[in-house]
């Protein structure tokens, strides 16, 4: 028979290894209070983002001021971007390549394979 023996020997059972207190009343109360605020104000901050999305559709403009700075966002967020290397680039498109022969090969080969049986069957 195997021994079974834990990886700490020298620590307690249970993490933690003390038995859970109750909670007073006036804790959990406080908890509801704290969760029922939280509602409120996710609630509050998703109402203001609606706002603001209404807000930001309406001033929505195709002036040449407008595209130029949203090029210029576009081309500042993807400096930001860390691209890969090339020869990882190219070797993951390899393998991605390599498995997608592969899997095709092996549907076909299964496609082929149940055609053949249905076939006999129907005759």
């Known amino acids: 028979m195997v021994e079974h023996r834990t990886p700490n020997p020298g620590v307690g059972g249970s993490n933690p290894s003390w038995p ?6 006036a804790k959990r109360a406080s908890k509801i209070g704290m ?5 409120l104000r996710n ?4 109402s203001a983002g609606k706002a ?3 807000r930001s559709e309406s001033t929505f403009s195709l002036s040449p ?4 700075t949203f090029i210029a966002e576009v081309k500042a967020e993807f400096n930001k971007v860390v ?8 070797g993951l498109t390899g393998f991605v390549l390599v498995l997608v022969v592969l899997i095709s090969s092996y549907l076909g080969f299964v496609d082929l394979v149940l055609g053949k049986i249905v076939t006999s069957f129907l005759g």
């Open 20 to 25: 859970a207190r109750n909670q007073s009343s």
């Open 35 to 39: 969760a029922t605020k939280k509602k």
């Open 43 to 46: 609630s509050r901050t998703k």
């Open 52 to 54: 603001e999305a209404a």
């Open 65 to 68: 001021a407008a595209i130029r």
């Open 83 to 90: 691209w890969p290397q090339k020869k990882i680039t190219a």
